[in-house]
């Protein structure tokens, strides 16, 4: 009878450790994390990036394989654009990759 238990308690251990969410999945191999935010009702924005200090402004959103939709977390790696933006908050940059963060 113990060994029984032995080997339901050691069964229900496993069972419930390898349901656990793999942190691989979690993890971001780029250099930045930010969060996508809608800013299609102001003047020329549409979708921009959203980190903790700072709001980019994303150029080619049409020639990535990405689409971006409002809250969704993000990593990303990008270069710096010099250019003039109508919608005029934080840097103007161009993705060079960009993946959801679940």
């Not at 935010?37 to 990535?64: K, M, R």
Request: one cysteine or more.
């Amino acid at each position: 009878m113990r060994k029984l238990f032995y080997i339901l308690g050691l069964l229900i251990y496993i069972a419930l450790t390898s349901c656990g969410i793999d942190e691989s999945d979690l993890e971001c191999n780029l250099s930045h994390q930010g969060r996508i935010i809608d800013w299609t009702g102001v003047d020329g924005c549409g979708f921009l990036i959203e980190s903790e200090t700072v709001t980019y402004e994303v150029l080619n959103w049409n020639e990535l394989n990405f689409i971006p939709k409002d809250n969704t977390k993000v990593c990303f790696d990008y270069e710096l654009v010099e250019s003039a933006s109508i919608c005029m908050v934080g840097y103007t940059i161009h993705l060079t990759d960009c993946q959801s963060i679940e």
